[in-house]
């Protein structure tokens, strides 16, 4: 809690990102491995870029664009929503936000009472516990059951549902542990939301990448939660746009005024010349997608064997997804201080890692590793970790 008098509570009580601060760390350290943040390393596709600068060329981006986002632009997310989700969607039921970050901002507080309970799973993406405590929110965390996969706990959600309930809200695939919740489980979510008249908000950032058998799943395509679901999705992730900060929400016609009187003061609208580079990533091919999920499985599968030659110090669950894992630090009886054990393998291993305790309650003593690197930044990093922990 912060003792300064200018600071609202709901600020005050948020800790620093250990995201971010990992990454300010990290430029104290000369040549550091990094493998701390969830930021894809290759550029954007070339068609995407030409989009871009083609709409400035035209003198297209220098206004802003209707607040929804430019139609045409809407018109392609309902396509894509249709072919590869399964959502039936119009364009008027799509706003185009900064990232999947302000439109879950913008749904949050577009739903959320102060008081209100949100539940979530833990380990979960710390932004969204963030979120939700600003709107003023109570998250309530639901431990996935890790020995299981990170599978989902169905019964002790049902349990956790009081009558301050008004929502739900989880990502998959996880971050960060890389879980892709399946349709069995997701229609468990769904069932307790129908019965007990609650929201499912969705990050679906991963969407495009999952691994081996698994299969993603969009809860806003099963017909009944039409007007419980909202449902988040970026184009940071899909065609490594991050610093484009472009994505969309979809929601049933008569939620989105409601939401857009949170997009507005939050955004505006999102930046014109990232929605024609949106645009000319739905349009033009997508080999891209291809090439970048083969790369992460790739990658994927690699630090996998690194950290088999580590069994002694971390063991770990195959992501199905993301380009994310979630390694358990098994050393010290598996009760290691996470945000210790990660600063001192930067200062003194020279590799970058995220503290699992950032994730929630459950992520103590695991850290967060993102394959969304080159092999040999991979390889870079776990010789490092080999000869300073081994």
């Known amino acids: 809690m912060s003792s300064d008098w200018?600071?609202?509570?709901?600020?005050?009580?948020?800790?620093k990102s250990a995201i971010h601060e990992m990454t300010r760390l990290s430029k104290q350290v000369e040549d550091v491995a990094?493998?701390?943040?969830?930021k894809p390393t290759s550029d954007t596709p070339e068609h995407i870029k030409?989009?871009?600068?083609?709409a400035i060329e035209k003198g297209l981006t220098a206004g802003y664009s209707p607040t929804g986002g430019l139609p045409a632009l809407q018109q392609e997310i309902a396509k894509k929503l249709k072919e590869f989700n399964s959502i039936e969607a119009s364009p008027s039921e799509i706003i185009i936000t900064v990232g999947a970050i302000e439109g879950l901002s913008a749904a949050i507080m577009a739903t959320i009472?102060?008081?209100?309970?949100?539940?979530?799973?833990?380990p979960t993406y710390s932004t969204?516990?963030?979120?939700?405590?600003?709107?003023?929110?109570?998250?309530?965390?639901i431990p996935l059951i890790e020995e299981d996969g990170f599978r989902w706990d169905i019964e002790a959600t049902r349990k956790a549902v009081t009558p301050r309930t008004k929502a739900i809200l989880y990502c998959s695939p996880s971050n960060p542990t890389g879980t892709v919740f399946d349709e069995r489980t997701q229609r468990a979510l769904a069932k307790i939301a129908l019965e007990n008249n609650l929201m499912v908000i969705t990050d679906e950032a991963y969407e495009f990448f999952v691994f081996d058998e698994n299969k993603h799943f969009s809860i806003g395509s099963i017909p009944e939660m039409k007007k419980n679901t909202i449902s988040c999705f970026t184009f940071t992730k899909t065609y490594a746009m991050t610093g484009y900060r472009v994505g969309y929400l979809h929601a049933e016609e008569s939620l989105v005024p409601q939401i857009m009187k949170a997009h507005i003061p939050f955004a505006i609208c999102a930046p014109v010349v990232s929605q024609y580079?949106?645009?000319?990533?739905?349009?033009?091919?997508?080999?891209c997608v291809d090439d970048f999920r083969e790369h992460y499985l790739t990658t994927r599968?690699?630090?996998?064997?690194?950290?088999?030659?580590?069994?002694?110090?971390?063991?770990?669950?195959?992501?199905?997804?993301?380009?994310?894992?979630?390694?358990?630090?098994?050393i010290e009886g598996g009760k290691t201080d996470s945000s210790t054990f990660c600063k001192k393998l930067l200062m003194e291993g020279r590799v970058s890692t995220t503290p699992g305790v950032a994730f929630g309650?459950?992520?103590?003593?695991?850290?967060?590793?993102?394959f969304c690197v080159s092999e040999d930044e991979i390889h870079k990093a776990f010789d490092r970790m080999e000869a300073y922990l081994l």
Request: hydrophobic content about 40%.
């Open 6 to 15: 200018r600071v609202s509570d709901r600020v005050g009580k948020i800790g």
């Open 34 to 38: 990094f493998l701390s943040w969830a």
């Open 50 to 54: 030409q989009g871009a600068i083609e």
């Open 113 to 122: 009472d102060p008081g209100d309970e949100v539940i979530l799973p833990t």
């Open 128 to 141: 969204h516990i963030r979120q939700v405590v600003i709107a003023g929110g109570k998250p309530i965390l």
């Open 277 to 287: 580079a949106a645009l000319a990533a739905l349009r033009g091919g997508q080999d």
């Open 301 to 330: 599968n690699l630090m996998c064997e690194r950290l088999d030659r580590m069994s002694s110090v971390f063991e770990y669950i195959k992501p199905g997804g993301s380009y994310l894992m979630f390694p358990k630090i098994v």
């Open 361 to 370: 309650p459950t992520g103590e003593s695991h850290l967060r590793l993102s």
